[in-house]
């Protein structure tokens, strides 16, 4: 399957916006967003100017697609999916991103970014409903319990993970049990819930192309 291997750091500066992509080096002096607020590349500090509708719209769904890591035909997919489902398309779209089983163990701070979630859901560490899964894209739904298996409790980079969650806290539709590994899916959030800077009716105007 393909996927991006080149440097995280560069997709934050090419989208000049903090993605979180490394866990917890994001917040500190290391991170090269920080030390280098510019697209990367040879002409990477000349870039700027107004930019066309269709690249505003461009630019905002690769911001989304390289926030929940996704890659464009299954992006695509998602977004179809939202524009089938009742209510306003752009909303449906990131609630179905937002409950992505590697986006909900990030967000429930049993991982440090969702990338390292895809990694420990693909090595088996997570149960859903007391049930193994170990797909990333597996979509959680309101009331699931989604907890590290006993064995797994004592892999580092889970309590690594959720001793530093406090920087950045649970979200208020879930709920986590610390001390058992546990957290629970009470609800879907409201769009003033979702606090990335997305402006997803940019995607739902360019593929309505």
């Not at 989304?64 to 977004?79: A, H, N, P, S, T």
Request: net charge positive; charged share 30%.
């Amino acid at each position: 399957m393909a996927r991006y291997t080149d440097s995280s750091c560069r997709l934050c500066r090419r989208e000049n916006l903090k993605l979180f992509l490394k866990g917890d080096r994001c917040f500190g002096d290391k991170c090269a967003f920080e030390r280098r607020a510019y697209a990367p590349g040879q002409h990477g500090q000349r870039r700027g100017g107004k930019l066309s509708d269709y690249s505003q719209q461009l630019r905002e769904k690769q911001k989304v697609k390289r926030i929940y890591g996704i890659l464009e035909k299954q992006f695509k997919g998602y977004y179809y999916r939202a524009e089938r489902q009742k209510g306003i398309t752009g909303t449906n779209l990131l609630l179905l991103l937002e409950s992505r089983l590697d986006n909900v163990v990030y967000k429930m701070g049993f991982s440090t970014s969702r990338t390292q979630a895809r990694q420990l859901i693909r090595h088996n560490h997570f149960l859903v409903n007391q049930k193994k899964v170990n797909i990333p894209s597996y979509q959680v739904k309101v009331g699931d319990v989604v907890e590290a298996k006993e064995k797994s409790r004592e892999v580092s980079q889970i309590i690594e993970a959720m001793e530093t969650v406090v920087r950045r806290g649970v979200p208020g539709w879930m709920e986590v049990e610390k001390e058992a590994f546990k957290g629970t899916m009470k609800g879907l959030p409201n769009r003033e819930e979702l606090t990335m800077p997305i402006q997803e009716q940019l995607i739902v105007e360019l593929y309505s192309k």
